[in-house]
């Protein structure tokens, strides 16, 4: 795969949008995205891995539209990710992200969420303006907005659902499943569904890719919960382990909750006000002994494969699919 075509334009046209912007809590916006490290110096290259833009516009080059065509949605909706990043990092108080000093440490808590929400503004600004010649039919614009922000809020429910998990001792995997299905799929499935929107407005067409974002987004954050416990720090930016430590009620610790002593051994340790290495070592054994890796993986590559089933099925071409199935694979095959 290689998606540089699009990932130049993208970084591109989002840093000028971006540097364009002068007041102060424009400052928090160009950092978080990584348009500014944190020394002030323009940053050429993305620091992240801009996939649901990506994903937007090969999503439109793959049902064959313009890909040019999807650049406004594709930044929309980067910017709404990193909306949601931005909240995310405060809400968990995660001291890194992109191997970086997250924005709350160095503006601290309070301009955080303002830039946040500048960021979310901006977003639906970007929606909306007249960003070039292709992308001037309003009642499109207007569609394509819409369908973000519904799935912005679907986003922001699945995170209120996983904040809830925080003050209860029994989550189950149904549970879970929904919450994943509006944090992480809502955005994943979106950016595929305004992909094939643009290249021809039919909604039925439109809506068999947004499944397949769907499962494909289910796929790509259990893939994540495996690697916030035994992912490479070298690849992650994050220790091994280090969804527990943080107390995070992912997949992994779910799974390994559902036999009653575990599930006991496991609530005692996350009832700490700090998990040592200890700790670690005891809930790594059980998810040992339970097999739990191989079942995050399991449940990962049977969403991954309900996708290439829907991709198999869809009016593409050879070439379009064989490239949206290795993408597939790469969701739960992935290190980083």
Known sequence: MNFEKYSTVIWKLLSELILTQTADV??????????????????????????????????????????ENALQSAISLELIHNFSLIHDDIQDEDTQRRHQPTAWTIWGKEKALVGGTTTHCLANITSL???????????????????????????????????????????????????????????????????????????????????????????????????????????????VGSDVFRKKK?????????????KTSITEIYSKNTVDKADLASVMEIMDTCKTQAYCQNLANAYCDKAIKNIDDAPIDQHAKKEMVALAHYFVERNT
């Open 26 to 67: 424009y400052d928090i916006v160009k950092y978080s995205l990584g348009v500014l490290d944190q020394k002030g110096n323009i940053q050429t290259k993305p620091s992240g891995k801009i996939l649901r833009s990506i994903l937007c516009t090969f999503t439109c080059d793959s049902t064959g539209g313009n890909w």
């Open 129 to 239: 303006m007249e960003f070039s010649d292709s992308c001037s039919n309003k009642a499109i614009q207007l569609h394509l907005s819409k369908v973000l922000s519904e799935k912005c809020l679907q986003m922001i429910q699945g995170q209120v659902l996983d904040l809830s998990f925080e003050h209860k001792t029994n989550v189950t995997i149904e549970e879970y499943l929904e919450m994943i299905s509006g944090k992480t799929a809502a955005l994943i499935s979106c950016a595929m569904h305004m992909g094939a929107y643009i290249s021809e407005q039919n909604d039925s067409k439109a809506l068999l890719f947004n499944n397949i974002g769907y499962l494909l987004g289910l796929a790509y954050q259990i893939r994540d919960d495996i690697l916030g416990i035994w992912g490479n720090s070298e690849f992650t930016g994050k220790g």
């Open 250 to 262: 992912s997949l992994p610790i779910i799974h390994g909750s559902q036999i009653p002593e575990h």
